[in-house]
């Protein structure tokens, strides 16, 4: 696990400094706060080292999977909204050709 800067985790990551302290911040990312020159400095436990990648290699090699803790309920309502939302742009082209031949 490697240790970096807000800034540097942002640069790596490609997102923004606002988005990584709002990671900081809801805990999605582990963190400590480190006193340096009288200023508190944030540094990041980046997980996505070498080592890491290559334990998710294995476990994919093994035939592992990895389950989501989603909730199929939510996940449902959300297809069938964007179903609804497909359905509703396909008949608004199929006006749109009939306006235009």
């Known amino acids: ?6 800034k540097m985790y942002a640069v790596k990551h490609k997102m923004s400094m ?8 809801s805990g ?3 963190s400590e706060t480190v006193e340096e020159d009288g200023k508190n400095v944030v540094y990041i436990f980046d997980e996505s080292s070498p080592a890491m ?3 998710k290699e294995e476990s ?3 035939g592992e999977t990895v389950k989501s803790d989603g909730n199929p309920k939510g996940l449902l ?3 069938s909204s964007l179903e609804d939302e497909v359905k509703s742009l396909r008949n608004e082209i199929e006006t749109l050709k009939r306006l235009l031949l």
């Open 60 to 62: 994919i090699k093994k």
């Open 18 to 25: 606002f988005n990584v302290v709002k990671l900081v911040k």
């Open 28 to 30: 999605k990312v582990k």
């Open 53 to 55: 990648h290559k334990a």
């Open 77 to 79: 309502t959300r297809v």
């Open 1 to 6: 696990m490697e240790k970096m800067t807000l």
